[in-house]
């Protein structure tokens, strides 16, 4: 095991252990709580469509029982010392969460690693949480704007893993059993894909040695390796019955996290549609009053970047919405405004600032640089190359967007040839 070493950021510390789990510790003494996960890199993208959806099921079913301790005791062990519990699952990784006192956080560790190394997933149990992962799988089947978001990312990369909802599909929900939950475990969770974070008043030392303890039992397995996918493109749309609204997302291909070009991406998201004064929103909403909300981001990954845009309206808007939101892509394609890209600089500085301040973000973001760079980038080199991006820079994401062909997905309320007004964009 490696002793703990600081990163560039002098309060971050990287330590690995025998066999291969990175443990991140990061020291803020102002922070009088503290929060620790345990990052497991897998997610739907790595399920089989057999599979969709296990990811999600074994992240539930983790709390309801393992060798030593029943789903009771596991809440009464966090909640005797004032500690939440939780976890949540992506494409790319499921994560385990704890958060309480500062004092306790080493006490946290080896609770989350009985949850992560030895949850037994009982039949009985099981079948109890199946109902609840319907409920909420309905829920979201009945959510247009999700459902918008699946016909898009199906758009974007048909049939790769990364395409894949994760909360799965309805068919697998019911059919998964605990023997299936066991060895989609034993397969993926291995130390090589675990990072363990803990962040807020600590002794870095005392928590790398805490987790030694913890998950030495973990095997090293090998690494995961995801192949990135082709943005695909196209139109696809979904009418759903009950519903008033139509609800649009449409999106281009942006560079992935290690493409040091993604910045210029990050900060053409934020240009265009951050904040009432940019050009989507004083345009679309303020001055038109064509959608009752709307937001554009830059989603990037570690094998795939989106340039995504997302907007609710009232299904007569949405041909002008279309008109309007190409017009305004081509007239950034054009020329950038210099104060525009004074505003989306100075909006995501004080984005990541407020990320930053919060120690569950600062181990989030940390740990996705530990999967992706092998190290934590420090906060001064990030903040840098998102300072530098150019004017021209940033209209070159615009011109590679417009020369790409867009994804753009339409669920609830669909009128008759909702196509037509975005063929230019979707081919």
Known sequence: MSSPSPAPDSDTFVATLDNGVRVLA?????????????????????ESPRQNGISH?????????????????????AEVLGAEVNAHTDKDHTAFHMRGL???????????????????????????????????????????????????????????????????????????????????????????????GVAGNIDPQAVVQQARQAFAGLPAGSAHQTTAPAFLGGFAARRMAGVSQSHVVLGFPLPPLADDAHHAGIVAAALFGEGMSS???????????????AACSADVADVAGQFVIEASMAPEHVDEFAVEVQRLLRQQAQAIDAQHLERARNQIAVRRLETLERPFRRIEEAVQDLF??????????????????TAPQVQAVFDRMLASRASVAIAGRVRQGAQSPWRALSG
């Open 102 to 196: 500062a004092r306790h956080a080493q006490a946290f560790l080896p609770m989350l690693a009985d949850i992560v190394m030895h949850s037994t997933f009982p039949e009985a149990e099981l079948e109890r949480e199946r109902q609840v992962l319907l409920q909420e799988y309905a829920e979201e089947d009945d959510d247009a704007l999700a459902a918008a978001y699946k016909l898009f990312d199906q758009l974007c990369y048909g049939k790769h893993g990364i395409a894949q909802p994760v909360i799965g599909t309805r068919r697998n929900i019911e059919r998964f059993t605990s023997d299936e939950l066991r060895a989609y475990v034993q397969q993926q969770y291995s130390a090589a894909n675990v990072v363990v």
């Open 279 to 293: 050009p989507l929103m004083d345009e679309i909403r303020e001055r038109r009053g064509l959608v009752y909300y």
């Open 26 to 46: 990061i020291a803020l003494p102002h922070v009088e709580s503290a929060s620790v996960s345990v990052f497991v890199r897998t997610g739907s993208r790595n």
């Open 372 to 389: 992706v760079f092998g190290r934590v980038r420090p906060r001064g080199e990030v903040a840098a190359r998102l300072g530098a991006v």
């Open 57 to 77: 099921v074994v992240e539930h079913m983790a709390f309801k029982g393992t060798r030593t301790r029943s789903c009771q005791q596991i809440n009464l062990d």
